[in-house]
């Protein structure tokens, strides 16, 4: 038996407890089952699963919409809730007794890698809004680390807490942290000298093979870890460095995006993930994300499945330093723009750092629109700070240009 197919055999009895516990307190999920002639005794196997159709990112914002404010995947009374996050579309993810961050697996996984009691780390996630920040806190401090809650940006103190607290662990993208250690050699300080960051839990953001080698280099290990906002952790790098172990909190399969069959280990596709979270019980949650499973052991000797890495998405929805876009956020936001004939928001990739632009094509005649305030209503809009804006002659873009496109490229 392969190491997947053990994985599966192990979920398998809360798996079909999940099921039917969903059917019966979600009416979304029984909605979906009615609807593909699906009853939950039906699922017998991890395989069966492929029987119940995907919901899919915007899906789910859609259903809320029409079914606010959790489109019927709330399973608990709502006054069980003790909080409610919100993720850009916007979609509301509820948060109730079980963390985002849960699993002994996670702790005992960053335990290997010599982190523990008496080790203080820097939290760079927001804490605003979105569950990163508080669930990671979370996460830490019940693995016996102290945490400092930086949040985003205030890079100059960032740099100075790292420095006068003596932290072991950097918390954050990967971009975020390349910031503050070219900040810290700014101010006249090494790395490897002045500072005793030994590791740096990465996620929201692709961690390309060069970025890796320049924190090696800083004397810092990069731990890879992969989550949503909606599911929370999904999986995490163990010392050995060869992919990323999956969840024992959910049921993982990489799928045909056009088919929502399952694909055999070693073939690309979208994560899709059935969580045993019984607050809000996604069944068949499809992420968007790209990437295979690994059916071989691990060197380090843990059991679970894993994967390499993100590979990319399969959905028009783009993560920009660690927010998702969506293109109809951009016509949104743009359409009808006085003096403006079409419009782009592109995503680039510069020195480890992605860069969103946003192209306006002008009408003929048209004065430019204010810079400075578009930036901020897009910012307020988006969660994201436009970098830079490039005004075009008319014609330069072309009739079906996408409202939103991804070129940055990764080794």
């Known amino acids: 038996m ?4 053990g994985w599966y055999e192990r979920l398998l009895p809360r798996l079909r407890e999940q099921i039917l516990y969903a059917y019966q307190r979600a009416p979304a999920v029984r909605r979906k089952m009615d609807a593909a002639g699906m009853a939950p005794h039906q699922v017998e196997t991890v395989a069966d699963l492929q029987r119940i159709p995907i919901t899919h990112k915007e899906e789910l914002a859609q259903l809320q919409r029409e079914d606010p404010p959790f489109g019927g ?66 996460f830490l401090c019940s693995a016996g680390l102290t945490v400092v809650p930086g949040g985003v940006g205030n890079t100059d103190v960032q740099v100075q807490v790292l420095r006068d607290l003596g932290i072991a662990l950097y918390c954050g993208t990967p971009s975020f942290l390349m910031a503050i250690l070219r900040r810290a050699e700014e101010m006249g300080l090494d790395p490897r000298r002045d500072l005793r960051l030994r ?55 990489v799928v045909d995006p056009a088919t929502g069959r399952q694909l055999p280990p070693g073939e690309t596709g979208e994560v899709v993930a059935t969580t045993f979270n019984k607050v809000y019980p996604l069944i068949r949650f499809g992420t968007g994300d790209a990437t295979y499973l690994i059916d071989e052991p691990c060197p380090c000797g843990r059991p679970s499945p894993r994967i390499p890495r993100i590979l990319g998405r399969v959905g028009e929805a783009v993560k920009v330093r660690g927010m998702f876009l969506h293109p109809h956020q951009v016509r949104e936001a743009l359409e009808g723009l006085e003096g403006v004939a079409r419009f782009q928001a592109a995503v680039g990739r510069k020195e480890h750092r992605d860069e969103l632009v946003l192209r306006l094509e002008l009408t003929p005649g048209a004065l430019p629109p204010d810079v400075e305030k578009l930036q901020a209503r897009l910012q307020s809009a988006w969660r994201v700070r436009v970098d830079r804006v490039e005004l075009l002659p008319p014609g330069s873009l072309p009739q079906d240009a996408k409202a939103l496109v991804d070129e940055r490229s990764w080794e």
């Open 199 to 253: 590791a740096a839990l990465l996620g929201a953001e692709m961690l390309p093979p060069s970025l890796r080698r320049e924190l090696q280099e800083r004397g810092i290990t990069p731990i890879e870890t992969y989550g949503t906002a909606d599911l929370g952790l999904i999986a995490m790098e163990c010392p050995a460095h060869q992919g990323l172990h999956l969840t024992e909190e959910m049921v993982i399969e």
């Open 73 to 138: 995947f709330l399973a608990v009374d709502a006054g069980e809730l003790t909080h409610i996050f919100v993720s850009p579309g916007p979609i509301y993810d509820p948060g109730g007794s079980e963390s985002f961050y849960t699993g002994d697996w996670a702790r005992e996984l960053l335990c290997s890698f010599g982190l523990g009691r008496g080790d203080l780390a820097l939290n760079t996630y927001s804490y605003h809004m979105v569950p990163a920040g508080m669930g990671l806190d979370e």
């Open 2 to 5: 392969g190491v997947i197919q």
